[in-house]
T-cell receptor, first 115, second 115 residues
């Protein structure tokens, strides 16, 4: 149990385009989903927390207009990187949590490369 | 100040050796959770253990064991008889009662197990 998927696993895009990444909890309902960013050989940085049906809460320094998060259902959250630039290239990982305080289960990550 | 410190950036051992990964945390909360996750080269974070602050019993799961010591604010992870498949980056994380949803990750320890 507790499987989280992400799609796509890898994406390459041109500078200025937008990219959407999906995060799905496959066998449980996730009231909360989290989006992290991981730079090479670095730890995970929490970008935002999203609760189903409400606006995401962004961490300090994360541009909400740049990284649009939608949590439309209890099993799906999306992260859209708008007008992507090379500095947005990174490994984006989502996690899902059934109830507040529960363990977070992580997706396999999406490697974004912006040319 | 960093809430979770993993001082060992990288460790290399030979197969069958035992290895301990250190984790020191800092919190003012009396109620908190500690976690260990494994990140193999594929990128997906695999949940290993969650321990709450009121449970100081050490835990053993197969070749894995965890030593939680509140007196030294440490939550160390030992792999006995290491195997090549144990090669990965291991992250220790903390969540506090103030906001259980927010995970503070350590910088990770890369473990290389050589045959």
């Amino acid at each position: 149990g507790a499987v989280v998927s992400q799609h796509p696993s890898r994406v390459i895009c041109k500078s200025g385009t937008s990219v959407k990444i999906e995060c799905r909890s496959l066998d449980f309902q996730a009231t909360t989903m989290f989006w992290y960013r991981q730079f090479p050989k670095k730890s995970l940085m929490l970008m935002a927390t999203s609760n189903e049906g409400s606006k995401a809460t962004y961490e300090q320094g994360v541009e909400k207009d740049k990284f649009l998060i939608n949590h439309a259902s209890l099993t799906l959250s999306t992260l859209t990187v708008t007008s992507a630039h090379p500095e947005d290239s990174s490994f984006y990982i989502c996690s899902a949590q059934g109830r507040p305080g529960d363990t977070q289960y992580f997706g396999p990550g999406t490697r974004l490369t912006v040319l | 100040a960093q809430k979770v410190t993993q001082a060992q950036t990288e460790i290399s051992v030979v197969e069958k050796e035992d290895v301990t990964l250190d984790c020191v945390y800092e919190t003012r909360d009396t109620t908190y959770y500690l976690f260990w996750y494994k990140q193999p080269p594929s990128g997906e974070l695999v949940f290993l253990i969650r321990r709450n602050s009121f449970d100081e019993q050490n835990e053993i799961s197969g070749r894995y064991s965890w030593n939680f010591q509140k007196s030294t604010s440490s939550f160390n992870f030992t792999i006995t008889a290491s195997q090549v498949v144990d090669s990965a980056v291991y992250f220790c994380a903390l969540s506090e009662a103030l906001n259980f949803n927010k995970f503070y990750f350590g910088s990770g320890t890369k473990l290389n197990v050589k045959p």
